[in-house]
């Protein structure tokens, strides 16, 4: 089974509007962080926005948060207000296991959704 | 700046040569990735250094590759004998450790690999 999954392999957004990319996961571990990255067509990975297994709250970064639904197993990440510049592919991850418990815990990337933002 | 940084940005090699990529990583970060990433594809990890000890390898990384941390800051990742199915972005990351936001990754710009 794949751990993240992105069903939407390409998303269009009229600017200033807001837009909502799909992720869910699969873990049966309890402690695990879930991160979203933007990837401009220059090919650096940014980091957006990171929400805990553990957090009460959905994390919000400015014009993005992420909607975490725990029991349904699903992070999406909301974009309000859209601009041209967020036109780039965007990526899920997962990381299983606790932090600073020694050795490593694995990041698994999903396949990733282009976003294109029109004018 | 002081985010990761990599060199070089582009590559281009013929089958056989080998090839070595540097990666510097946020200086107070005692984490380090390497990462491949093929078109239309996430990053998938290669291996994995806590200060200067390698940790973790992943099965993608066969015997003609190679990495290093000798002194727990920078890292060098080499293939020796390319092939064309190492053409690929190679991604480096950092991250604290630190517990919540600290493990977060942070990437440099990537070394494209074209392989001839």
């Known amino acids: 089974a794949q751990k993240i999954t992105q069903t939407q392999p390409g998303m269009f957004v009229q600017e200033k509007e807001a837009v909502t990319l799909d992720c869910t996961y699969d873990?049966?571990?309890?402690?695990?962080?879930l991160f979203w990255y933007k990837q401009p067509s220059s090919g650096e990975m940014i980091f957006l926005i990171y929400q805990g297994s553990y957090d009460q709250q959905n994390a919000t970064e400015g014009r993005y948060s992420l909607n975490f639904q725990k029991a349904r197993k699903s992070a999406n990440l909301v974009i309000s207000a859209s601009q041209l510049g967020d036109s780039a592919m965007y990526f899920c991850a997962m990381r299983e296991g606790l932090v600073n418990s020694g050795g490593y815990q694995k990041v698994t990337f999903g396949t990733g959704t282009k976003l294109q933002v029109i004018p | 700046d002081t985010g990761v940084s990599q060199d070089p940005r582009h590559k281009i090699t013929k089958r056989g040569q080998n090839v070595t990529f540097r990666c510097d990583p946020i200086?107070?970060?005692?984490?380090l990735y390497w990462y491949r990433q093929t078109l239309g594809q996430g990053p998938e990890f290669l291996t994995y250094?806590?200060?200067?000890?390698?940790?973790?390898k992943s099965r993608l990384l066969s015997d003609r590759f190679s990495a290093e941390r000798p002194k727990g800051s920078f890292s060098t990742l080499e293939i020796q004998r390319t092939e064309q199915g190492d053409s690929a972005m190679y991604l480096c990351a950092s991250s604290s450790g630190d517990r919540g936001q600290g493990e977060t990754q942070y990437f440099g710009p990537g070394t494209r690999l074209l392989v001839l």
């Open positions: 250094f806590q200060n200067e000890a390698q940790l973790e």
């Open positions: 873990t049966s571990d309890p402690s695990y962080g």
């Open positions: 200086s107070e970060h005692n984490r």
